[in-house]
């Protein structure tokens, strides 16, 4: 099941000496941020990690209480031109097409068909939810994790030719790992699918599936020839964004983040969850899209990553922001757009 | 918030000399399982852990793929002469009770209020589920947590007059404990409800909120007065119980077990999903209460986890099956009923 990441990118190297450091149980040496220029909001982090791991500290934190969320698109990745498990979705209808010459006269699928993706998506919800039912149900959670594989492995971003593994922020993966290394358990708390993301994010940012929260749809149990099998229902479960993060956080971790990242409106209700219940130690950050000619500038008025509220939010709550085009040195591991 | 810890037992020193191992990485020395007689059933459990961890074995299995599922009730603490969470919301009525005077008669809490709990849970799952919203919601994820943190620190066992925390089968804290120096991930996989358990977990079996997977109901996300809660709405979100406990698995681990123990006919689906995936390491363990002297005997007649198909397909699935008169030297850390 493995194979398919034998052609996945190297961790960059300066992440692979942290992880190391971490499993070694070594205190890290030297600038576990290099990709992050030595502004305030690098400070800012050192400064939260400090006063929550140092022995004696006021704002200690045991290490089985050092819970750090972050939202994956828009944060851990690109977003941009729209989310990949949308393109996800568009690839597997192309794909599954010849079984279906119905598509060929019904919306979404017939704009999608020739070509027409805006057309196909104009809808909204509406349009939206057809195609990810055709795509993400009717088959077992095995068979969609090999799907998933496959793809993830091969498809190339549609602006940069990459690998979506390889649209990940280096800034970022490093300060997952600086937060590992600093003794954080890890978690991604995404709109995204939760079975999206766990084939390819403890390759990618060494989180683990259980450290994966999500949106995901109904499934059944059946023995299917004598083998246990869990059915994919075309019928959404849960909605991991919004007011539901906390409410994720809350069934799948059962304990209140000390610290939680994220870029959009969809993270609003996280980041207070996280940073407005009384506890002493905390730290909330955005990632603020400011630097469209590495990556791409956008945020009240994009309809993908909307960043409005949160925004005005963030001074008043102590939220660090992240402006991507000054903080950061680097943006991807290959460079930038 | 732990103070209401401050009353609980001590763990088991075998226990605890364990869990250090684990924690300083040494190998276990001496007998992991001393509460276990020298039986085939033990021999089974040292020879599967044998072939997963030892390296070059063709059943080695890396340590982030060693996930094992624990039941609760019934496998990890005693769920006689009902569910201890069902003692608790009884325990409950009768605490809110002169906040209802509609209670004194309306069934079913008019029965339970006259100690009569037989009549009060005769309709079974219609009577239950009123108890369950009174007892359950309306009150805030912490506030909850509160309740289920006084109510484990003082409440008493109806028969050996013990804290529930001590109704826990040392045999199996070792195996738990075990497990985990062996490099192993344990979860709990419960029908009981993952926030009554959580509360406590970490402290009586080693196991964080995180890892813990239950029975749960609706949330609600709100800001009160700028404060972030979430409210516990009385509607049921999820039952973690029968073909639930693969889907419950499968949306909180990501991955499925190699290893799962339970005890009645609600972990048969757990027991299908861990052993008979084609997966070579697996191994399946069902704790069958025969010792009515030191315990309690019970299986196929039993309205409390009631053991009667899991018992007929162990053996043509190879899973091992617990005598608790003969396999196991003790029973409760304090001696037996």
Redesign the interface.
Known sequence: MLSAFATLPALPSVLASTQMAAADDLPVRGDPLPSWNDTQTKKAIMAFVDRVTKQGSPEFVPE?ER?ATFDNDGTLWAEQPMYSQLLFALDRVKALAPKHPEWRTHEPFASLLRGDVRGALAGGEKSIMPIVAATHSGMT?EEFDQIVRDWIGAAKHPVTHRLYTEMVYEPMLELVAFLRASGF?TFIVSGGG??FM?PWT?RVYGI?????VGS?GK???E?RD???A?LRLPEIDFIDDG??K??GI??????RPIAAFGNSDGDL?ML??TT???NPARFGLIVHHTDGEREWAYDRKSSVGKLDKALDAAPANGWTVVDMKNDWKSIFPFGSK
Chains 1, 2 share one sequence.
């Open positions: 089985v819970i959670s358990k939760i079975d766990r403890e683990p599936p259980e450290n994966v995901s499934l059944k149990f023995l004598g083998k246990p869990l007011p539901g906390p409410i809350n069934e799948h971790i059962g304990r209700q207070q969850w407005m219940g009384g």
